[in-house]
């Protein structure tokens, strides 16, 4: 795997090009751009209703998917998964970790049963058991796992978990003889690095949430109603959401959060629109036909932001690698990539074997150790939309490493430019 200098060192690169990305933001998924704000957004949604061993649950699915609405309106690249088995979750987060990574914000929203014991917060796919402890590892997803995905060179990370509603696995697991265990979810340690992390639970910690009788759970009616309020600090909505939780069920159920933010979090920046300034005419001479102020003032003080973004975009464009297969390359034909370990395969064949290295950092071997059609759910059609992105904005090609290498991505562009044959 490339160092992580690297990574950072092109993130540096990228933000700079920022003006370049957003007049291309119509046509690709790395790059949304929300008022005045271009940054990339990425989050993964679970909801699970439907469980097989104890009673289903009436709104967890429907919250879920009403919050993977909102958050795409908010200019988020959204993975979901509702009513998952335990092999569905891990297969899901997968694909979520390797999207997230370099992303400027992380989300994760989770609704359905989940349990702490010993202070070790679980989430519960659809088909689990859980006869004893044991079966934890098994057939339960750790929260700290999918928060350590969510930690890859990302900057503010975000957690709602309206997760701790009643859950028969819990007494079951408690009758067992596991000892701590409780439907309330345990504190959690908050992640440092980037710009911060915000977890925030329904209710207080090993406190049980109410899953409630209309369209949405009170924790997520309260997030689905206020999470997108024009130029309001994230911080500020979680007051509102808590204050309404805590009126809705009467007192019963106050939501906690937990952050260690070093900025106010806007995730809906929207910009008044200001008076226009009266014209004034300039006093002293005019400027000659041939003058441009911009230009003058960027001689003056530097390098303008268009000039300087530019200068950026030329110095990434000069580390995108080259192929030695040259003219139109087609998805079943050999290409020499320049790179020993894939050289002579098509793209076809490259996709029903194995990445060069894991495609996310800690992730089970058994997860990630099969076919990249199956790590990466990738389709023909899927790919192609996939490599339309490098071909139209060639740049992004250097905005994460390739399982199979960037030269691979270098190949898609080309193919994708001949129409993706």
Known sequence: MRPISRFRFLAVLIALCAPFFAAQAAERRDVLVLGADANRRVALVLGNSEYQN????????????????????????????????????????????????????????????????SNVNYLIPVDAVLEDETSLDFEAVQMNFILRQMSRETGVRLVFLDACRDNPLAEALSKSGSTEVSSGLAEMQIENGGAGTLVAFATGPKEVA??????????????????????????????????????????????????????????NRVDEQPEPAPKVAAAGPEAGPGSNSRTAAGTANGPAPDDAGQVALNMLRQR??????????????????????????????????????????????????????????????????????????????????????????????????????
């Open 54 to 117: 104890v009673p289903p649950l009436t709104n967890a699915a429907s919250d879920a998917r009403a919050m993977e609405k909102l958050l795409q309106g908010l200019g988020f690249e959204v993975v979901s998964g509702f009513n998952l088995t335990k092999a569905e979750t891990q297969e899901t987060i997968a694909h979520f970790a390797k999207e997230v990574r370099g992303a400027d914000i992380a989300l994760f929203f989770y609704a359905g049963h989940g349990l702490q014991v």
């Open 320 to 421: 995108i690698p080259k192929i030695e297969t040259e003219g139109p390359i087609s998805f079943d034909m050999p290409i020499i990539f320049g790179d020993p370990q894939i050289d002579g395969k098509s793209i076809e064949e490259l996709l029903q074997g194995r990445p060069l290295y894991p495609p996310v950092e800690g992730l089970d071997q058994s997860v990630w150790d099969n076919h990249c059609s199956t790590c990466h759910q990738w389709t023909k059609a899927r790919l192609c939309e996939q490599a339309q992105n490098y071909d139209k904005i060639d740049v992004s090609i250097m905005r994460l490493e390739h399982p199979l290498g960037n030269r691979f991505k270098v190949a898609l562009a080309n193919w994708a430019h001949n129409g993706c044959k």
């Open 210 to 267: 109410y899953d409630g009788q209309g369209e949405h759970s009170p924790f997520s009616a309260a997030l689905l109603a206020h999470l997108s309020e024009k130029n309001e600090p994230l911080t500020a909505i979680m007051t509102r959401v808590t204050k309404e939780v805590y009126t809705s069920t009467k007192g019963l159920q106050r939501p906690w959060v937990n952050l260690s933010l070093t900025d106010d979090i806007v995730l």
